[in-house]
């Protein structure tokens, strides 16, 4: 007896891949819940990595205002606040790396390896936790600012330059956190790099000062950072329509260009760097 299959229709087809999208966007939805649970469990997992930035924004700052006046025309508690907003989104993408780690070692990770579940959900899970956190202490930390006295003048269109550029570097450096999560052993190793990773570009990226006011080999690097390219974008959108930031990366005259030219390359260093944490995901996966 032979049984004859007629070939999919366009339509049949349409429909199961429409099918598929939709219980991938359930299991991610369902995955990034798990991951926020575990990462946000009380007040404090929010509250804690703010302190250090909250204690630049509203204490130290305010203090150097009184002696460093006002750069590019922005006070310098908003001018800081702003590039403080930049060191937040590292360090709290960075620090759910190290929740990856414990959650291969000592939690469920290895029950959902054996689901059948695409293993680069469990990624993309993660990094969507990942930047849930980090929005919360941003807005948490403009908050503190704007109650300390910080100025922010911001349109819509500047609120998505801000968006886009924190969504960007949260992506970039979750990506790097994941890859180095599934590349190091121990929560000790990991922690040790941080430092290195998540804090140490910040001091060369214009947070504190304006980048030419490096030496020309170290503001040639700063250039090409991501967070460099996040504070500059951060600073157009809220605080600085001058797009002064932007005109010491690219030198041209026309903000609107220059802020989408810094917003591509973050997105470059998004997509290429969450690629690399699924690849090394996978491959570490399997061992």
Not at 48 to 67: D, E, F
Not at 89 to 94: E, W
Not at 187 to 213: D, K, M, R
Not at 263 to 269: D, G, I, N, P, Q
Request: proline fraction near 6%.
């Amino acid at each position: 007896m032979t049984t004859l299959t007629a070939p999919l229709t366009d339509q049949v087809r349409t429909e199961r891949l429409a099918l598929s999208e939709r219980t991938h966007l359930g299991c991610l939805a369902t995955l990034a819940g798990r991951r926020l649970t575990l990462s946000l469990r009380n007040p404090r997992s929010i509250l804690l990595p703010l302190a250090t930035p909250v204690l630049i924004a509203v204490v130290i700052a305010p203090a150097l205002a009184k002696t460093a006046g006002r750069v590019a025309g922005i006070d310098y508690m908003t001018y800081l606040a702003i590039g403080t907003a930049a060191l937040v989104v590292p360090l709290s993408c960075m620090q759910a790396g190290l929740g990856a780690i414990v959650d291969r070692k000592r939690g469920a990770q290895p029950d959902l390896l054996a689901a059948p579940v695409p293993r680069s959900l469990l990624v993309l899970a993660n990094l969507a936790a990942a930047l849930v956190a980090a929005g919360l202490q941003v807005g948490a930390l403009v908050a503190f600012a704007w109650l300390r006295g910080a100025t922010f003048d911001a349109s819509a269109t500047g609120v998505g330059w801000f968006v886009g550029a924190a969504v960007s570097l949260g992506v970039a450096m979750y990506g790097i956190a994941e890859t180095l999560a599934n590349r190091i052993g121990t929560e000790e190793q990991y922690v040790n790099a941080i430092p290195t990773l998540g804090i140490a570009p910040w001091f060369f990226a214009g947070s504190l000062f304006p980048i030419h006011s490096l030496p020309g080999w170290i503001a040639a690097i700063a250039k090409i950072l991501p967070v460099t390219h996040a504070v500059a974008l951060m600073r157009y959108g809220v605080v600085d329509p001058h797009a002064a930031d932007l005109h010491a990366i690219w030198g041209m005259t026309n903000p609107t260009v220059m802020a989408a030219l810094s917003l591509a390359v973050l997105a470059v260093y998004a997509a290429a760097l969450t690629l690399l944490a699924i690849r090394v995901f996978t491959k570490t996966a399997v061992r």
